[in-house]
Structure formats: C-alpha cells, structure tokens
C-alpha cells in the first residue's frame, strides 16, 4: 500500500511538474533515485527532506539556466534576458519565471521586448521592462497554464509600472508576490467586465485577484505604462495588446486598433497587459 501510494505520488508530483515548467517532470524522474537514495542516508528524516528538495531545486535550476536554453534555440525560441542591463533593460518580475522555464520567446519578440524597455529607460531613468508569463521553450500547441494561448512563442505578459502612495518612486514590478493579481480596477462608472464575465459562469476571471492582496500602497503610474503601451504599439511587429476596457478608455487609448479585449473566457487584464505577435 506504501509504495502504491509513493508510485501515484511520484506520478501525480511528474504532470504536476511537467505543467508548471515543462521540462520539471523530466528532471525530476532523473533525481528521483539520487533523492531516495539521500533519504536513506540523511537523519533525522527532516534533514534528509529538506536536503532532498533543495538538491532537486538546484539541479532544476542549473537546468534551467545551462541545459534548455541552447536545445530551445532549435526549436525557434529564446530566453528573455534574466537582469535588467543598460543595453537590454528588461528583467523577469519574480525569479520563478526563469527557474520554471517561462520566459521562452521567438527571437523577433524578443527583440520587441528589448526595443520597448530601451526606448522606457531613454524618457525614465532606471525604468525596465518587467515580464510575467512569456512561454515555454519546446513544442507549439503545448499549454502554459493557466492561460489559453502562450504556446508559440509570440505571447507575452509584462507588468504595468506602480508609484509608492508615500514616495515617488516607480517600481516597474507589480506589488502582487505572484507578479499577477494586484488590480486597477473599474470605478462605478466605468465598464465592469469582471462583473459580467462572472455573471456568464467565467469564475476563474478574476480568480488571480482573490490570492493577492490589495492594500498595497502602490497604485499604477499611468504616464509610464501608457509609455510602454504605446511603444508597443508603435512596433510593426505586434499584431495585438489585451488591456481591460474601462483602462483602455479611463487612459485615452481607445482609438488604438491594435489594443483589444480579449473576452470573458481568459483573465482579467488590469493587473498586467498582454503582447502578442
Ligand atoms: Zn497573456
């Protein structure tokens, strides 16, 4: 009965891995011998556990940054740059990104995101461009959950900029500890989606927005998202930005073609804006 239940552990912990990092599963089937055979050896079991689990998240992050990238240049995809430099001035929001192997792109959006966070540090000083979920490095059509569409190495997601209520510093990551989820939401005037996309069964609209909290003293810094917004837009390359509607118009960008709603059956857009080729 044991080890029943330790074989559909493992299996379960494999689809588990595999769906949050893609490559995850893979590497923990090769640790998992050198894993138990640590557990064996290490007392108090506690020791052994938490040796066994730092071991396996070193392995997958020396995965990560060594062994995917250049195998995910055959498959067309590059890595978005993980610091912030003078030249390339984009950085990911949380390290989970890049440890999860989330941060994959085709090289031409590669250069998009690059270009907009040279062109945000030329009128901002310090300013970067600050990515969430980008998409994985092998295979079109694989799912990056949670979202619909990340699956060919043309969509991306990036923070909006944030300005301390009690300072005036910019912070260019989100206030969420996810990077998602810290909403700018519709006052009573304004077009509420998230009302109405819950009122057709959409529960999972605004599910993001429920873990995080919402108190932080930040609020968006409307001169400089628009800056990045438009950079984006004015970009040949970009087919389309997701933004929630009751910003698109509270921020003047409603006559903008290529910035969309993206529908109910996605996720609420006023946390992070979406670009895609
Ligand atoms: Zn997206």
Redesign the pocket.
């Known amino acids: 009965m044991k080890e029943l239940l330790r074989i559909l552990g493992s299996i379960l912990l494999f689809f588990l891995l595999t769906a949050a990092t893609q490559v995850g599963g893979i590497v923990y089937l090769i640790y998992r011998p050198l894993g138990w055979w640590m557990v064996g050896r290490i007392r108090p079991k506690l020791l052994a556990v938490t040796v066994q689990l730092a071991g396996f998240l070193v392995v997958l992050s020396a995965c990560a940054l060594f062994v995917v990238p250049p195998i995910a240049e055959h498959f067309g995809r590059v890595p978005l740059p993980i610091r912030a430099t003078a030249d390339e001035p984009v950085r990911p929001a949380r390290w989970f990104y890049v440890i999860a192997n989330r941060h994959y792109v085709q090289p031409a959006l590669r250069e998009v995101a690059v270009g907009v966070g040279q062109k945000l540090r030329a009128v901002h000083a310090d300013a970067s461009l600050v990515y969430l979920?980008a998409n994985f490095p092998f295979f079109d059509d694989f799912p990056l959950f949670p979202?619909l569409?990340?699956d060919d190495g043309r969509?991306?997601?990036v923070c909006f900029a944030y300005r301390s209520m009690k300072a005036t510093t910019v912070r260019y990551d989100s206030p969420s500890w996810l990077g998602y989820g810290y909403v700018e939401g519709p006052a009573d005037s304004e077009e509420n989606w998230t009302e109405r996309c819950k009122e057709e069964g959409e529960w999972q609209y605004d599910m993001l927005s429920k873990i995080t909290r919402q108190d932080r003293p930040y609020s968006v810094d409307v001169a400089v998202t628009k800056d990045m917004i438009r950079f984006f837009l004015r970009d040949q390359r970009v087919d389309k930005l997701?933004l929630e509607p009751h910003l698109t118009r509270r921020w003047g960008l409603n006559k903008e073609p290529k910035l969309k709603f993206h529908g109910c059956h996605a996720v609420r857009h006023d946390d992070?804006l979406?670009?895609?080729l």
Do not use: E
């Open positions: 979920d979202h569409s990340h969509k991306l997601d997701f992070h979406h670009i895609q």
